[in-house]
Structures are given as structure tokens and as C-alpha cells.
């Protein structure tokens, strides 16, 4: 982003949105989106085959870096961050030029998935601990749960299919590179601190859905297939649903803990 504004002097015109715009739609196009693409299905075989690339990405980048000295380290945990910061505005952009298949309402970045990006990227390029907590505890008890219940409509080889699945298998890479790479340690109920924040998410997220008739955090009403479904109706299954999470929560953060010597 800084070599397209700086070195080729690109700046932000409607000629050159409307460009920008017609790249997209054209990528779009070529991997197949909306009614030419085939539809998502749940534990098919492409389904089966991302999650395992995903696993191997993780697990062969995890053990590559853990190779490096810490120096190395903190250079791929920012260059990671960067990567997360680009997706989340091409992400974002895409879906604002994209107003052919959704409404407005639905194409804002409020997705819990969108903000744990950013999240991700304040852990990974400033190290900050809060953000090392959100990033940790937040993608493997909240996140994580895209890749084994995806929201998705668009199958392989769709454009939609390969972000949805390069997004969330970068969180969850990002999210276990902080402890097993960088070291990163949880402080002492660092884990409902995280809770408390992502709860808060939730009680400032609902009355934006009554507001847009939107369904970010999915407070409204749980997507077919998830397991919000067997934690009863909307939105009572949140408060059902911080048991569970407690006792997940607190697991996690027995692995990463300060352990005494």
C-alpha cells in the first residue's frame, strides 16, 4: 500500500476507484462468484482438503519459524500482521464494490472474524498484551469455529471459498504463533479479561442489528448448522454459551500460563 501511494503516486480518484472496482470484479469473475459458482457444502471433499491444507500451513510454518532466531521472528510476526492489515481492507473494499449480491447493511466490517483481524495485527506488529490475549483466547474459542461450521455459500473455486478459508486459517496460524514463536505468555486471568472483551462486542453489536436489521455476531439468530443451535433461541444462547466458554477459556489458558519455577 505504501509503494502504490508513494512510489507510483496513485491517488484516490473516482477514475481510479471505478478502475480498482472493475479489477475486482473482474478477479471475481474469473474464480467463479454468485449464481456460476457451485454451492458450499459442509464436510465435502473441498471442504475436508482446506482444512487439512490449512492444518499443514500452521503446522509447517510454526515449526519453520521456531527454526529462526528471535530476531527472524518478529520480522515474519509483523509481516504476518501487515498481511493481516492488507486482507482486512481488501476485504473491505471488495465488499463495498461488490453491491451486486448483498445489501449495504451487510458488507460493514463488524463481522467478529474482520475485527479479530485487526486484533491480530496490534498482537503481531506492537506485541501489545491485551491485543496477545484477544488475538489468543478470542480466535481458538470463537474464530476457529468458521473453519469447522463455515458460513459460506460459494463452493470451490469460488473467490469467496479461497478468502474465507485464507482468512481464518491465517487467524488461527497468527493466534498459536504468538505463544508457540514469540513466546508470548497469558497473565493471570488474562483469559476473562478476553471474555469480557469479546462479551462487550456482543452487548455494543446488538443494537447495531436492531438498528441496520443486520445479523454481525450472529445475536439475532444462529446460522443453520453452527453450534449455536444446541445452546438454545437467540439471543439466550449467549448467556448459555459463557459456561462452555469459561471452562474453554480457562483450559487454554493453563497452556500458555506463566509457569512457576
Given at each position: 500500500?505504501?509503494?502504490?501511494?508513494?512510489?507510483?503516486?496513485?491517488?484516490?480518484?473516482?477514475?481510479?476507484?471505478?478502475?480498482?472496482?472493475?479489477?475486482?470484479?473482474?478477479?471475481?469473475?474469473?474464480?467463479m462468484t454468485g449464481?456460476?459458482?457451485?454451492?458450499?457444502?459442509?464436510?465435502?471433499?473441498?471442504?475436508?482438503?482446506?482444512?487439512?491444507?490449512?492444518?499443514?500451513?500452521?503446522?509447517?510454518?510454526?515449526?519453520?519459524?521456531r527454526r529462526l532466531?528471535?530476531?527472524?521472528?518478529?520480522?515474519?510476526?509483523?509481516?504476518?500482521?501487515?498481511?493481516?492489515?492488507?486482507?482486512?481492507?481488501?476485504?473491505?473494499?471488495?465488499?463495498?464494490?461488490?453491491?451486486?449480491?448483498?445489501?449495504?447493511?451487510?458488507?460493514?466490517?463488524?463481522?467478529?472474524?474482520?475485527?479479530?483481524?485487526?486484533?491480530?495485527?496490534?498482537?503481531?506488529?506492537?506485541?501489545?498484551?491485551?491485543?496477545?490475549?484477544?488475538?489468543?483466547?478470542?480466535?481458538?474459542?470463537?474464530?476457529?469455529?468458521?473453519?469447522?461450521?463455515?458460513?459460506?455459500?460459494?463452493?470451490?473455486?469460488?473467490?469467496?471459498?479461497?478468502?474465507?478459508?485464507?482468512?481464518?486459517?491465517?487467524?488461527?496460524?497468527?493466534?498459536?504463533?504468538?505463544?508457540?514463536?514469540?513466546?508470548?505468555?497469558?497473565?493471570?486471568?488474562?483469559?476473562?479479561?478476553?471474555?469480557?472483551?469479546?462479551?462487550?462486542?456482543?452487548?455494543?453489536?446488538?443494537?447495531?442489528?436492531?438498528?441496520?436489521?443486520?445479523?454481525?455476531?450472529?445475536?439475532?439468530?444462529?446460522?443453520?448448522?453452527?453450534?449455536?443451535?444446541?445452546?438454545?433461541?437467540?439471543?439466550?444462547?449467549?448467556?448459555?454459551?459463557?459456561?462452555?466458554?469459561?471452562?474453554?477459556?480457562?483450559?487454554?489458558?493453563?497452556?500458555?500460563?506463566?509457569?512457576?519455577?
Open positions: 500500500i505504501p509503494y502504490v501511494f508513494c512510489v507510483l503516486r496513485w491517488r484516490l480518484s473516482a477514475p481510479n476507484f471505478m478502475r480498482a472496482r472493475n479489477l475486482l470484479l473482474l478477479v471475481d469473475g474469473f474464480f449464481e456460476m459458482a457451485p454451492l458450499f457444502v459442509r464436510w465435502s471433499l473441498p471442504h475436508w482438503a482446506a482444512l487439512g491444507i490449512v492444518a499443514l500451513a500452521a503446522g509447517g510454518l510454526l515449526w519453520g519459524c532466531r528471535m530476531e527472524s521472528r518478529l520480522l515474519v510476526g509483523k509481516i504476518l500482521g501487515g498481511v493481516f492489515l492488507l486482507t482486512f481492507l481488501m476485504e473491505t473494499f471488495g465488499r463495498i464494490v461488490r453491491e451486486h449480491w448483498e445489501p449495504w447493511q451487510d458488507r460493514l466490517p463488524l463481522h467478529f472474524c474482520s475485527l479479530m483481524a485487526l486484533v491480530c495485527f496490534i498482537a503481531l506488529w506492537f506485541r501489545t498484551p491485551w491485543a496477545c490475549a484477544v488475538a489468543y483466547f478470542g480466535v481458538l474459542t470463537a474464530s476457529v469455529q468458521g473453519l469447522i461450521t463455515p458460513m459460506l455459500h460459494d463452493g470451490f473455486p469460488s473467490a469467496a471459498f479461497f478468502a474465507f478459508f485464507v482468512g481464518h486459517g491465517l487467524l488461527l496460524i497468527s493466534a498459536l504463533y504468538l505463544p508457540a514463536v514469540l513466546q508470548w505468555r497469558a497473565r493471570p486471568w488474562d483469559d476473562m479479561r478476553a471474555l469480557g472483551l469479546c462479551d462487550a462486542y456482543l452487548v455494543l453489536i446488538i443494537p447495531v442489528n436492531i438498528w441496520l436489521d443486520t445479523n454481525y455476531g450472529f445475536t439475532r439468530y444462529a446460522p443453520a448448522g453452527t453450534v449455536l443451535e444446541y445452546f438454545g433461541s437467540a439471543p439466550w444462547y449467549l448467556l448459555t454459551l459463557q459456561i462452555p466458554a469459561l471452562v474453554l477459556l480457562r483450559l487454554l489458558y493453563l497452556t500458555v500460563r506463566v509457569r512457576k519455577k
